[in-house]
């Protein structure tokens, strides 16, 4: 876009204008891309050209300039960001945030309610029992990449609003399975607390070590859960928001595996110290002694088993649960790099994998 000199000159000179200075109009400084909208639309991916897409291995400034911009002397900073780009970069940050804009859905009118009858007390209890236990681990996975948004320099940006839509899809989690708790006469039961493992998640002094134990480890099992919902709900709404909350979950899961595979490639000197990071998670996260689960468990076996009556099948069932999750935590290591897990996982996962695949 041309600006016409005599334009600014006139400007300038207006009889009545205030003083104007005009000089931000720095045309030449501007690489003059124009973007144009894909298959998709007009996407990140397609407005992060030229050097608007060139994203820095480190951050050097401490500001909020957008990356791209022009930059001005005597801006002050605003926080101490990671610098560097392995620490936080995920390849596919960008797909998915657009696919979480386009993807939101409302607890309050995308769930059909009304499927929601009368179940025997025990039944209902155990569904509230693992709704109790969800709108806390909900919570704490809003809260613990949440934690990091102030530290992702613009630079980075695209990072920032993956992380920013997760905290949006968690929210959503979390009322949802609050709304389920209150919608049936039986309400919230009892808290289960953070527990060992999800505390250890909150505690990550490291991004890495949060993605890691929070988006491939906590959050896997999670969506794993999420995808054999069907044998949990008991009418349409549960199966609903199963379904919802893991097509979301996908998404945070896929970002943690894709972040760990460009840690590992980028920086390969951290395999040992993130193996020490998982070392610790496994042995809280899930583990027997962490007995703040045993609600959660119970209840599961209850509500797989159908009408609360056939507990064998209910084992059956968990079991199965705990094997798949197991084996997809696995398949997730070995996509980000890391399949050498298998040798040093924590026993209490690593008896129930299946034989590797060669
Ligand atoms: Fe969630
Ligand atoms: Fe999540």
């Not at 236990?133 to 809003?142: H, N, Q, R, S």
């Not at 949060?210 to 044998?231: C, D, N, W």
Request: proline fraction near 4%; include cysteine.
């Amino acid at each position: 876009m041309a600006i016409d000199q005599k334009v600014i000159d006139k400007l300038r000179k207006e009889p009545g204008m205030p003083d104007i200075d005009l000089s931000w109009l720095r045309e030449e400084d501007s690489p003059g891309i124009v973007a144009k909208a894909g298959k998709r639309g007009l996407t990140l991916d397609e407005i992060n050209k030229g050097v608007y897409g060139e994203v820095p291995e480190i951050a050097k400034h401490g500001t909020t300039r957008s990356r791209g911009s022009i930059p001005r002397a005597g801006v002050m900073r605003t926080a101490y960001f990671v610098p560097e780009k392995s620490d936080i970069w995920a390849d596919n940050a960008t797909l998915i945030y657009e696919e979480a804009v386009q993807r939101q859905w409302s607890s309050a009118t995308d769930i059909p309610w009304e499927t929601v009858k009368p179940l025997p007390d025990i039944v209902e209890e155990a569904i509230c029992q693992i709704c109790t236990f969800l709108t806390e681990v909900e919570f704490i996975a809003g809260d613990a990449p949440g934690q990091w948004l102030k530290k992702i320099s613009p630079d980075h940006y695209e990072v920032a609003l993956y992380l920013i839509s997760q905290v949006m899809d968690e929210a959503r989690h979390l009322d949802v399975f609050r709304k389920r708790a209150l919608v049936n006469g039986c309400g919230l039961l009892e808290a289960q607390g953070a527990t060992r493992g999800l505390r250890n998640v909150l505690d990550s002094q490291d991004f890495t070590e949060m993605s890691a134990l929070m988006h491939v480890l906590a959050e896997g099992f999670v969506q794993t859960m999420f995808r054999t919902g069907e044998f949990i709900a008991q009418n349409e709404a549960e199966k609903t928001i199963f379904r919802l909350c893991a097509q979301d979950e996908s998404r945070h899961v896929g970002f943690g595996v894709m972040h760990l595979r460009y840690v590992l490639e980028h920086t390969p000197e951290r395999r040992e110290e993130i193996h020490h990071y998982l070392d610790r998670a496994e042995q809280l996260f899930g583990h027997p002694t962490d007995g703040g689960n045993t609600g959660l468990q119970e209840a599961l076996l209850i509500t797989m088993s159908g009408d609360g009556k056939d507990l064998d099948k209910g084992a059956e069932l968990a079991l199965a649960l705990n094997k798949k999750q197991a084996n997809e935590y696995m398949h997730r290591l070995e996509v980000a790099g890391l399949g050498d897990r298998r040798e040093r996982m924590n026993p209490a996962f690593g008896m129930l994998l299946d034989p590797p695949k060669n």
